[in-house]
Every structure is written in C-alpha cells, then in structure tokens.
C-alpha cells in the first residue's frame, strides 16, 4: 500500500490524457526551421519534445529547412545570399551549396540528435525514393527554387509503421534531373496533404498570428479559414506570414485535421501546444 505520495502532483495527466487518447496512432508532420535552428539548447528542446511525442505513440515526420545555415556557407565560399520577393534566388553554385548543408550538415545533425535520444530516425531529401518529384517554380534554367510536382509518400509509410521519424531535407529533383530548392513549410504542407495528417504543425520564429506583430499579447489563438481571409484583407496577415498561412489553408482543404503555427523561441513549445488545453500557439481550422 502506497503511504505518504502526494497524487496531487500528478493532477496535470488527467488533463493531457483524453487529448492523447485521440493523437495515438495519427501523423503529425512538423517543420522546423529558421533562426531558432541556430540555437543549440532550444534544438535540444525541440529534439526532446520530439522524442515525448514519438515515446506516446504519435507518428511524425520532421521536414526542415536551415536558411541561416545556407547563408553561412555561401559566405565562407565568397558568393552572396541573393534574395527576390524573400525568395532565395537559387542558381547551380548555390543549389550545390543548399544540398551539401541541408541533405548533408543539418539533416544528419537532427538524426544524430535523435538517434541518440535513442529514437530511430532516418534522414531523407525529396530525392529519396523519389519522394518529391519538383519543377521550376520560375520556369527559368537559372533560378533553380521548385515547386512540389507529386510526392510519392511510400517510403514515409513503410518507416512509420516501423516506428522509425523521417527526417526530410527540403530539396527535391525534377524529371529533367535538375535538383530543386524548397521552402520548407511547402514541403510540410505538401507532404502532410499527401498523408492526410492529423496536424501540420510550423515552428516558427514568432508567437503565431497577432493583431500587432510588435505585441505577443494580441495572439490570435483559434481561427477558421474565413478569419485568415478577413485578416489578409485587413492587412493583418502580411509579409511573411502569408505564404504559412496559405500553406495551412492548402493543407486543411487537402483533409488535414488541423494546422498550428508555434513559437519555437519557448521551451518545449511543442508539448505546450499539443497537450494542453490554452496552448501557446494559433491554431487554423476549417
């Protein structure tokens, strides 16, 4: 017989376990990305909350992106970051450059952190299994940013049911056998569209959609597609947020339960989101 335990410090599961219930067995498709890369304790984080997901029984695939990293390397080569419409303008010198840090550098990072969290992980780019058949999104030969043709989800099918998380670089090749560069919440989107995904969840380097950009406390929790659009008209919803938020719309109207965009500057994000009731981020429904 138990003596002297304090139940009460275990209040919060009563809290998370019907939430859980519902997310064991679902797909989750999360990208991770930006400026919060760079910080290695908040990777480490991120990393953790992964591995707490994955250990409950919840099927993910991680997809990122590592813009600051890219931007580090072109550096160090003496070729400058060209940006168009905040759009990296992708010739062949810095598509060699974007493979080698994202397929290469970021990629194994993440599954070497996971690994020895000891979660199984894989690390793929678009190129594996011909898993992201892409284009050119500028029909230009020079400027080498794709657009998603088809994604050919098999491979991501095979290694969830054997328990493994994905880790995808976000590039893809094109049948004219050109290598094409990605953006990432593109790439989520889309994949969590071809797997009808529970969630797509975007980590971001901001709280999610505010009435003020400049004022976290004007936070917009909950909306539906019609509020987003209201908002963009409004000129709310502006500048960078709007190619996630249209991500998220795509993805929901392709049967995607529903869409988050998070902060990943706050610890452990992730779990504040899914497994409590406030949450911390903005979270789009149909």
């Known amino acids: 017989m138990l003596k002297n ?21 679902r797909v989750f498709v999360i990208k991770y990305g930006g400026s919060v890369m760079k910080d290695e304790f908040l990777k480490s984080k991120v990393i953790e909350d992964l591995s707490f997901l994955h250990l409950l029984g919840i099927k993910i695939i991680l997809v990122h992106g590592g813009g600051p990293f890219i931007n580090q390397w072109l550096t160090k080569l003496n070729i400058k970051p060209v940006f168009n419409q905040g759009i990296r303008v992708t010739d062949e010198s810095t598509m060699e450059i974007v493979e ?11 599954v070497d952190l996971l690994n020895n969290k000891g979660i199984l992980s894989i690390g793929l780019s678009g190129k594996d299994s011909n898993l992201i058949v892409a284009s050119s999104l500028f029909n ?16 991501l099918k095979i290694l969830l049911n054997n328990n493994y998380i994905p880790v995808i670089a976000s590039i893809g090749s094109g049948l004219d056998g050109k290598t094409y560069n990605i953006n990432a919440d593109t790439v989520a989107g889309s994949l969590a569209e071809s797997l009808q995904a529970d969630k797509l969840i975007l980590l971001t380097d901001t709280p999610g959609v ?13 909306l539906n597609v019609d509020d987003v659009q209201k ?18 719309i795509k993805a929901l109207k392709a049967n995607v ?30």
């Not at 080698?100 to 993440?110: E, P, Q, S, T």
């Open 5 to 25: 335990v304090d139940f009460d410090r275990f209040a919060f599961v009563s809290d998370f376990l019907p939430i859980l219930q519902h997310y064991i067995g």
């Open 100 to 110: 080698m840090v994202l397929a290469g550098k970021v990629n194994k990072n993440l």
């Open 140 to 155: 230009s030969s020079e400027n080498l940013v794709g657009k998603i043709d088809h994604i050919n989800h098999q491979i």
């Open 210 to 222: 505010m009435y003020d950009i400049n004022d976290s406390s004007t936070l917009i929790k909950t």
């Open 231 to 248: 908002l963009q008209k409004d000129l709310v919803i502006s500048g960078g947020m709007i190619p996630k938020v249209e991500c998220c």
């Open 257 to 286: 339960k529903s869409t988050h965009i998070i902060d990943g500057k706050v610890q452990h994000a992730l779990l504040y989101e899914l497994l409590t009731l406030d949450r911390i981020g903005s979270m789009i429904t149909l």
